[in-house]
């Protein structure tokens, strides 16, 4: 039988996902991106420095990333590096972001497919927020409304958490969580002018000048995030972790993962997170050289040789609507706006578990390896069940947990009243890379410009391009369809277990098409 | 809730109205009349993603003064929103034909633009977004466009795409479908705007009052650069000529006087900073020509502003 998913919600865009399911058990899966701007090509003839505030708009949950990549592709054509305010701002303005992303996730997006809402029901203390929602849902209930309890409810039916004290807990810090996200956006924009999208990111810097206020409100800021996020959010992600062990070793990906190096130190110059590709659990370090893109599956005309590498080969062109039906009917035909990015020719998963196993194996954070021999101790765990659907929501605790330290370092040093960018003309006809991490994974952004300084060429490769490929022209399938594939279903009208699978893996359609 | 932690949780929610400037049109007294009123008339919101980026959604959350559990539990019903709704795939398709077959009240928010020249570019449950707007549409109160794709074009509508995306109220003229429409641009949108529309159809029963724009003349009667920090400095003709000095950007790319938005009076994220207090142009997120062919540049350069070339778009 099969299984689609369409819509898939609380993820950011349009997912659609089907499943071939014999026996209750998955044996073939096809992930569809859904949606398709075409950014990369309407770049071509806008100045270079636009790239900046338009690609970071290909997503409104990282745009950060977007921002960071646009400005060190530049930064990278220019042959420059921003002055060490300019670095420390945008590692305070993106790591605040980082720590927004990782609450949206786990408790906006992830959390009441674990945590049972109706558990509120049930509430018996006197916390002012959970009284009311206590009585808007028995209310609903009790009114029959049309669709009661909606955003919460309907939904699937399944194994939710039985413990009330972890259910109410969570719901609590589930509300108290959109204020604290609310305070990180606040962190970004004191540096960043604004979050969602953050404007002054820019190739040189950051074009803030810092004052002693915006030091202190940011470190006040970060002061009750961090409360939040070690008094909360990491306890929660280890008590879902703990109520489901067997998701270890569910949503297995191929296990080959790929990392950009993240969050530089502007006085020693390296990467807190080293970057690099394991595969088959050997770890080595990163090759830019190896990425290709395949279009066999994609919504695009097929070119003669399906695959290339950024910025070389031509722009590809949209199916149209005709041959967009044509494909759709055909047995093995196109069925993705997302294209198929492959490392050495394999697709690779990409983030807070890459970061967190590359930068295990090049042992150059001991903070890191240290929390990770921690939670493998504590959970009965090792390095290996990591690309996981509960190894992914850990991965994003202990990077949680490693940002906070950073930034604690990095807005003490910000030098005040001393602007952090300087100006550097856009040069002609040069090429540049940029690359990072936004939280849920490798980012790349190309650029080539023009004889007069134009964008001549862009190219994006995007974290959920990676994860939620289609198939490749040898017909490798993507990470996420490999997560699913091998899944027991246990109530197929329900298919509670794919949902938490694909989620886990935080899937950003729109950045990933484009 | 007893009738004294009652009024107590009303007065918070006047205070976060006087803040997000709701208190014009609505007496302390007269909320408390309001909230009185039957659970019926609170209004059920669908939210639809088009070719967005859900930065409007994400902004949303980051709604200051009144928590947004309390906009889903006491001031309206979020029966959709592809961010917050457990409910999921088939179920979601369900729920939206549905509502569009019955006749209870709903507002329609759209955000993101509509693919129409590649409807095959935007699909929610194998049917193109365009489907489901005009659905939705005809039967809605009224009609929000958030954000400034489903309002003025925006990124998806830029020069050099090839999807034929447009605005709601566009497609919607289009279609001639007659549903009131409220537009209010600017990437992302201001949760406080929305907050304040909605509030403002909750308990005056009609949108705020509209520019020709259908804008909200409250939050877009002027231009970015006649509310500026740097406005005297304009006239005086004291220009920036480099980032970091003090004085007027319009020498370096601002696009505050062709961006209609009130984000130099109330700043981003609940007045924590605004785009050119942080030393960078206005890069006129909420204006009919973004994104510009040049955004920001260096000191006389002739490429900006006011010539035409270097426009993509009439306005």
């Known amino acids: 039988m099969k299984i689609t998913v369409d819509p898939l919600t609380r993820i950011e865009g349009h997912l659609k996902f089907t499943t071939e399911v014999k026996e209750n058990i998955v044996v073939d899966a096809h992930c569809s991106g859904e949606m398709f701007r075409g950014i990369e090509k309407a770049l071509i003839g806008h100045d270079a420095r636009v790239a900046q505030q338009v690609t970071q708009r290909v997503c409104g949950v990282c745009p950060y990333g977007h921002a960071e990549a646009a400005s060190y592709a530049l930064e990278d054509a220019m042959g420059i590096q921003p002055n060490r305010n300019g670095i420390l701002l945008k590692n305070l303005a993106v790591g605040a972001y980082h720590l927004q992303d990782y609450l949206l996730h786990f408790y906006t997006l992830c959390a009441l497919d674990y945590i049972d809402i109706t558990a509120i029901l049930n509430y018996k203390g006197k916390v002012e927020s959970l009284v009311a929602l206590k009585s808007w849902v028995s209310s609903e209930l009790k009114n029959n409304s049309v669709y009661p309890a909606a955003p919460f409810l309907p939904r699937y039916s399944g194994d939710y958490i039985n413990d009330q004290d972890i259910n109410i807990g969570a719901i609590a810090h589930y509300l108290e969580s959109i204020e604290i996200m609310a305070k990180l956006h606040k962190m970004v924009a004191i540096f960043g002018a604004k979050a969602p999208h953050p404007v002054t990111i820019e190739a040189g810097g950051v074009t803030v000048t810092p004052s002693v206020q915006d030091i202190a409100l940011f470190s006040s800021y970060l002061q009750s995030a961090e409360s939040f996020i070690r008094n909360k959010f990491i306890p929660d992600v280890v008590a879902v972790a703990s109520a489901y062990p067997s998701y270890f070793s569910e949503g297995v990906s191929q296990g080959n993962l790929l990392s950009y190096p993240y969050y530089k130190d502007p006085d020693t110059n390296k990467f807190a997170f080293a970057g690099g590709a394991s595969i088959n659990g050997q770890y080595q370090s990163l090759d830019t050289k190896k990425i290709q893109e395949h279009h066999k599956y994609s919504y695009y005309s097929n070119l003669p040789d399906s695959s290339h590498s950024p910025l070389d080969g031509p722009i590809l062109t949209p199916l149209n609507e005709q041959e967009f039906e044509t494909e759709k009917n055909k047995k093995d035909g196109k069925y993705s706006w997302t294209r198929a990015p492959r490392y050495s020719g394999l697709p690779m998963e990409v983030g807070p578990v890459a970061r967190i196993v590359n930068g295990y194996a090049a042992g150059n954070n001991p903070q890191l390896n240290k929390r990770v021999d921690q939670y493998n101790k504590q959970l009965g765990i090792t390095i290996d069940n990591y690309h996981s659907v509960m190894g992914r929501h850990l991965s994003r605790a202990i990077n949680a947990d490693l940002l906070l330290q950073l930034l604690n370092r990095d807005i003490a040093r910000v030098e005040p009243n001393q602007l952090a960018f300087e100006e550097h003309a856009v040069p002609k006809n040069r090429r540049g890379i940029g690359l990072t991490e936004a939280t849920r994974g490798a980012l790349g952004h190309w650029i080539e410009t023009d004889n007069k300084g134009y964008i001549k060429r862009y190219e994006m490769i995007v974290p959920t391009t990676w994860n939620i490929s289609p198939r490749d022209r040898q017909g490798q399938l993507g990470p996420a369809e490999q997560m699913l594939v091998g899944t027991k279903i246990a109530d197929p009208n329900n298919p509670l277990e794919l949902a938490r699978i694909i989620r886990s893996s935080d899937p950003c359609m729109a950045c990933s098409v484009h | 809730m007893t009738n004294m932690s009652r009024r107590v949780f009303l007065k918070k929610i006047y205070h976060a109205m006087v803040v997000c400037g709701a208190a014009q049109f609505i007496s302390f007294s007269e909320l408390l009349k309001a909230a009185d009123k039957k659970d019926d008339n609170k209004p059920y919101i669908i939210w639809l993603h088009g070719t967005s980026c859900s930065g409007c959604s994400t902004s949303f959350l980051d709604l200051e003064g009144i928590p947004v559990v309390d906009i889903i539990t006491k001031f309206s019903r979020i029966m959709f929103h592809p961010d917050l709704s457990l409910a999921t795939g088939n179920t979601v398709i369900e729920m939206m034909n549905h509502i569009s077959a019955s006749n209870i009240p709903y507002i329609l928010v759209v955000e993101g633009g509509i693919p ?197 778009r009439e306005s």
């Open chain 2, 116 to 312: 129409v020249e590649l409807p095959h570019a935007c699909l929610i449950g194998d049917k193109p977004f365009k489907y489901w707007v005009s659905k939705l549409a005809s039967g809605a109160s009224a009609c929000v466009g958030a954000g400034t794709c489903a309002t003025l074009g925006g990124i998806p509508a830029m020069h050099g795409t090839d999807t034929g995306s447009v605005t709601l109220q566009a497609y919607l003229e289009s279609q001639q479908i007659k549903s009131p429409v409220i537009n209010i641009p600017s990437c992302p949108m201001r949760p406080e705007h929305l907050a304040y529309t909605l509030l403002h159809i909750v308990y005056q029963g009609t949108p705020p009052k509209l520019d020709k724009k259908n804008r909200p003349i409250k939050f877009f009667g002027s231009t970015v650069h006649e509310r500026c920090v740097y406005y005297a400095d304009y006239q005086e003709d004291r220009f920036a000529t480099r980032i970091g000095e003090s004085g007027c950007l319009l020498k370096l790319g601002c696009q505050g006087p062709v961006t209609r938005n009130d984000c130099l009076i109330n700043g981003h994220n609940g007045n924590t900073n605004t785009c050119i207090r942080a030393g960078h142009p206005c890069i006129g997120c909420a204006s009919e020509h973004f994104p510009r062919r040049i955004m920001l540049h260096s000191y006389n350069d002739k490429r900006a502003m006011t010539n035409k070339k270097y426009q993509w």
